[in-house]
Structures are given as structure tokens and as C-alpha cells.
């Protein structure tokens, strides 16, 4: 059976990831000559933009996208390497 919850208990677990999630970390962005001086990042329906080149604050939710993109985009890389070197041995 399904449980309900109070909204008071919902309010504070809200609360409690909030809190966490606000405290803040240094992060810096490399700055790529060409590219777009700033990344953008949503959480939660909130959108950060974060200027690349410059250590800058951001919460720890930002930070955790900024780091999990990252480890997409490494793999996805990986995948295309492997995808060619699959063809060209054919």
C-alpha cells in the first residue's frame, strides 16, 4: 500500500536537500578560445550561467551537472573512437 506524507514532512525534506545542496564549492571552467565565454546550467528549473575562465561559486547541484556532463561527454567520446577504429578495421 502507499504511503502519504504530510506536507510538513515533505516541506522538510525539501528543506533538508536545499540546505544541502546550497553550500557552495569553487569550481573554474576553462575558457576555450572560440567558444562561448559562459556555460549554462539548469537545476531544477533554474538556470545558472557560469562564467568559464574565472573561479567562480556555484552550489553543490551545479556542480554535480557541471561533473556528470562531463563524464558524458568523455564517454560519448570514447564510443566515437571505438566506433571508428570498428570500421576502419572492417
Not at 1 to 14: L, P, R, S, Y
Not at 39 to 46: A, C, D, K, P, S
Not at 75 to 81: I, L, V
Request: charged share 30%; glycine share 4%; aromatic share 4%.
Amino acid at each position: 500500500m502507499a504511503t502519504t506524507k504530510k506536507a510538513a514532512d515533505v516541506e522538510a525534506v525539501t528543506n533538508e536537500t536545499v540546505q544541502k545542496d546550497e553550500q557552495r564549492v569553487r569550481i573554474m571552467i576553462p575558457y576555450v578560445e572560440g567558444e562561448c565565454e559562459y556555460e549554462v546550467v539548469g537545476v531544477n528549473g533554474v538556470l545558472y550561467q557560469i562564467q568559464k575562465g574565472e573561479e567562480v561559486e556555484v552550489t553543490q547541484a551545479v556542480a554535480r551537472v557541471l561533473s556528470n556532463s562531463n563524464k558524458q561527454i568523455k564517454r560519448a567520446q570514447e564510443n566515437r573512437r571505438r566506433f571508428k577504429k570498428q570500421v576502419t578495421d572492417l
